[in-house]
């Protein structure tokens, strides 16, 4: 996902400036053995595609959906940043499950 700034933004950087033009994110979708998924923004980057696909996925498997606050997942800064966006599909994935057997 892509949303233009509506106009540049100019940040301090590292002894310079930067300048935003846009803001990116990838859109998360965890899907549960159940068969709802929940969905997240995450890092735009191929670096965290990478490591969902690689790390944070197989991690995941087996896990209950229903207690995610129970996982303990550790890894260096930038993967946890990564695995936190997938957290948060996990806990809509979660609430929906909550929210379909209510209806039931």
Request: charged share 30%.
């Amino acid at each position: 996902m892509s949303f233009p700034l509506p106009e540049p933004l100019v940040l301090p950087f590292y002894g310079g400036e930067r300048t935003i033009l846009k803001r990116d994110a990838m859109l998360i979708r965890v899907t549960v053995d159940n068969g709802l998924a929940g969905f997240a923004p995450g890092p735009a980057h191929e670096r965290a595609a990478q490591e969902i696909q690689e790390t944070i996925r197989p991690f995941l498997i087996g896990r209950d959906p229903r207690r995610w606050a129970e996982i303990q997942f550790s890894g260096d800064l930038e993967i946890t940043k990564t695995y936190r966006a997938v957290e948060i599909a996990l806990m809509i994935s979660r609430r929906d499950t909550k929210v379909a057997r209510s209806r039931n």
